[in-house]
């Protein structure tokens, strides 16, 4: 008898944004099926990443390794380590989002919404606090435009607790004046303090591969607050 602790699900990934689209879909509409057979040992692949190849570019590989890590699929590099880029070389080593990718929960990550073109990825991370919720977000835009979008989300949106305080952490950061970065996302947050409900607060993140992670019980730290 033969055991496997991974599986391929979809086809080749070819060295394009287009297929990384393609594949992070097709996961994104069968997520509810794929769900029920990952877990910790036994994985859905979406087959390699192709950060530091040819077809992606910075911002693009920021996606794909924000996409793998919430989706918890194993991390199979195609690139030659002998010749790649540092730029590139330190998003596949950003241990922020492999902490992310390896968390012992082993819960694969889920589209949570998706409004235009613009996609937010969730996924359960392990909390320090077990009686409260820690939660992995990613942002990746499909769009080629330059249009700001304003996204508002409440925190019961992400399944978190209304009553207690949270701090943002980014783990991918993001350069805003780099001409790669396509579009910025103004992601407004409520959040509802015991003390102060409804409070408005506000981040600004671009959408190429952005991923934050949320932890509980703990003040929320933001860059800044909206006018």
């Known amino acids: 008898m033969e055991y496997c602790n991974l599986w391929r699900n979809y086809g080749d990934i070819e060295d394009s944004w287009d297929d990384v689209k393609d594949i992070a879909k097709w996961f994104a509409d069968n997520q509810e099926y794929l769900s029920k057979f990952a877990g910790p040992g036994h994985w859905n692949d979406p087959d390699m990443l192709i950060i530091g190849d040819f077809g992606l570019s910075l911002e693009q590989s920021k996606s794909q390794m924000t996409i793998w890590s919430l989706l918890a699929a194993p991390l ?6 002998r010749t ?10 950003n241990k922020h989002a492999i902490s992310i990718n390896q968390d012992p929960l082993g819960i694969p990550g889920r589209l949570l919404s998706e409004k235009n073109k613009i996609h937010v990825w969730t ?8 009686s409260l919720n820690s939660l992995a977000v990613g942002f990746v835009s499909y769009r080629i435009d330059g249009y700001i979008y304003i ?5 019961s949106d992400f399944g978190l607790d209304k009553s207690t305080k949270y701090k943002i952490t980014y783990l991918l950061r993001v350069i805003f004046k780099s001409s790669s ?5 103004k992601l407004i947050i409520w959040e509802q303090w015991s003390e102060r409900p409804g409070s408005l607060q506000c981040i600004l993140v671009s ?12 003040v929320l730290e933001i860059p800044r607050v909206c006018d």
């Not at 996924?123 to 077990?130: M, Q």
């Not at 970065?181 to 996302?185: S, V």
């Not at 959408?207 to 703990?218: E, Q």
């Open 84 to 93: 790649i880029e540092q730029e590139f070389r330190n998003i596949l080593l």
């Open 151 to 155: 996204h508002k989300f409440y925190l």
């Open 181 to 185: 970065t396509l579009l910025i996302l």
């Open 76 to 81: 199979i590099m195609s690139v030659d380590l």
């Open 207 to 218: 959408f190429k591969g952005t991923v934050v992670k949320i932890l509980s019980n703990r």
């Open 123 to 130: 996924k359960p991370i392990s909390s320090k606090n077990h």
